[in-house]
């Protein structure tokens, strides 16, 4: 089975700190995504990375950054935390165009 | 530009058939997903269609059309364990999926 494992569940951080988000995958997937999930709204895409070291703005990529150094590694930056980026936040990787794994989510709250 | 549409919640019977409808606007299409969610949970995958018609797969299936630009999921025999959230999601000419917000699906005694 594919696994894709996010470093935390619940997270609670301090407005203006830096926050780092990681998320591996075990199946040698070339793609990997991130998204967050706010109530009401769908999935939005923040960032996504096709390749090591490749990486590519999504829909919402102000205020984040992403690092892919190894392919099975994607990170997920908030450079500085504002209220406004409590949300969930969900990676995902995929093989070529076949469907999306994801990962069990992080709860982020920025207090 | 692109918009996915889905019922915001529906409500079922233990045992019924449930069908879950999902028009959307795309530009370009690459196929089209489901994915169900329950509450606090990671979405999992449980469907592709990429051609019109129906894809069966067990209790569940998926239908296309793409000249309505319109999908549905259809559940059977539903069971209390199908309480969740289902997502549609097409793919656009970019190949990057585009998100409904879900349909909450309450399934009842």
């Known amino acids: ?11 609670v951080k301090r407005t203006g700190e830096k926050v780092f988000l990681e998320c591996v995958q075990d ?25 090591v070291k490749m990486k590519e703005k999504g829909d919402i990529p102000e205020g984040y950054s992403v690092s892919r150094e190894k392919k099975e ?10 209220t406004n980026q409590t949300s969930m936040y969900l990676c995902a990787s995929s093989k070529g165009r076949h469907e999306a794994f994801f990962g069990q989510g992080t709860r982020l709250t920025v207090v | 530009g692109q918009n996915i549409d889905q019922p915001t919640e529906m409500t079922a019977t233990e045992g019924a058939i449930v069908q879950i409808n999902c028009t959307y606007q795309t530009s370009g299409f ?3 997903f489901w994915y169900q969610q329950h509450a606090g949970e990671a979405p999992t995958f449980l469907s ?8 069966e797969k067990g209790r569940f299936s998926s239908f296309l059309s793409r000249s309505k630009g319109y999908s ?25 999926l585009i998100w ?3 349909t909450k699906l309450i399934i009842k005694p």
Not at chain 2, 48 to 55: A, I, K, R, S
Not at chain 2, 78 to 85: E, I, P
């Open chain 2, 72 to 96: 549905y999921l259809l559940l059977k025999e539903l069971q209390m364990k199908d309480s969740a959230s289902y997502l549609c999601a097409p793919r656009g000419s970019n190949y990057q």
């Open chain 2, 100 to 102: 409904g917000a879900g």
């Open chain 2, 30 to 32: 690459n196929g089209l």
């Open chain 1, 27 to 51: 199946m040698d997937h070339e793609n990997m995504f991130w998204y967050r999930q706010d109530p009401g709204l769908g999935l939005r895409l923040i960032y996504f990375s096709y390749d």
């Open chain 1, 73 to 82: 590694r994607f990170s997920l930056i908030l450079e500085s935390a504002s």
């Open chain 1, 1 to 11: 089975d594919v696994k894709v494992t996010q470093s935390s569940r619940y997270l």
């Open chain 2, 48 to 55: 592709y269609n990429v051609l019109d018609g129906l894809e």
